[in-house]
């Protein structure tokens, strides 16, 4: 081994160390994995369970109904009488990207009903209601 004389430069290394890359790089996957169910959102509500195909993954409005009859246009609490004008112009300015119902098992059928003859009269026929999944063990 040959020392080096004063003044005299050490040779560059041009590798890149990784490992503390890498260390980021998990530390944010964590991150994103804990974080990243409760990013769903949404308005809370029981929904009911049923035997239907997946619906498709489109941006649609979301229209929610809680159990005491609360209403919610995506996330935004709306109560009937403003339900009917903003609908109209959302469902148009949003086209045909269709609606879907999430309304809580337990919330006033007529409510529903209510809602949905809203829907109706401002054009919308393409209407998902959501549901859970059907437990088949039994």
Known sequence: MRRRARGERTPLNAEINVVSLIDVMMLLMIIFMITAPMMQGGVD?????????????????VVSITRDGRI????????LREFGGVFRALAQKSGQGGVYLRADQRADYGQVVRVLAIMRAAGVGDVGLVTEPEDVAK
């Open 72 to 79: 919610y246009l995506d996330e935004v609490r709306v109560s």
């Open 45 to 61: 509500v029981s929904l009911p369970r049923a035997e239907a195909r997946p619906l498709d993954a489109k941006r649609p409005l």
